[in-house]
């Protein structure tokens, strides 16, 4: 007898192979541009193999509907969400999530049990994958993790039946929904830009620097130790002992996330909770 999972996992392959198949060569040629154009504005983040951690960030999503169905990243396929004529459904898979809940309430076995959680507008993520395909484009999510979980799931933007929309539609309607963070997105770049400047300013004045260090080393000072970074010190405190990040991530609910060349130093209300 098929497990519950395996038959969701048989419906999502199943549908992504159907919408592939019926694409024409005019509507794979229309995809391609469909799908460069929005991954040139939604850069795409990659998250490692197990999907436990982020490699390389991306630009950070704000969401901008609500109900945005997420499974933990441990389910063996995310739930598929669909947005068409401006309403966001979880479909099959919300269903099953409210049976889950409805079994727990009553006092029976519930159906096969998955970690859940709704996104709501204003929350944030990441995407890692982006599909153009013939009736619509399929954004694959990857989030923060909430509470220890990390949750992920697809999104496709359905196009109406029988059309085919220009790519500006394509991207007006998926901006109904994800909208990008331009000020977190855009700050890592500026601090790279000024982190440049800095590094060439010391890299000029290296042979003082140098000259300094090696009296320092013939007087017999000691080189101060390196900074270390405690638990429940505040961003100004850190800043202070290392400098300004070279990306900062702001994920909501009180928690940021400092990004440097060989750390990551994370907050959650002001306070220092984890350092990577």
Known sequence: ????????DSIVVAGVLASSLAMSPRSWAQAGGVQQKLQAKYTLTKATDDKSDIVTAGAVVTLEKDKLLMYAVSTGAPPQNTYKDGRLSSGAFGAHEKAQAFGSFIGHPPPKTVTTRYYVTGEKFWVTRIDALSDGVVFYIFTDAVQDIRYYCTLKFIYPHGQTPSTDQVMSMV???LKVDQDNSQQGGDQQQAGGQDQGQQQGGGQDQGQQQGGQADNGQAQAAPPTIELGQTPDQVIGLIGQPEKKI????GKEIFVYKDIKVTFVGGKVVDVQ
């Open 175 to 177: 901006g109904e929904v």
């Open 1 to 8: 007898m098929f497990s519950r999972r395996a038959i969701i």
């Open 250 to 253: 702001e994920l909501g609910g």
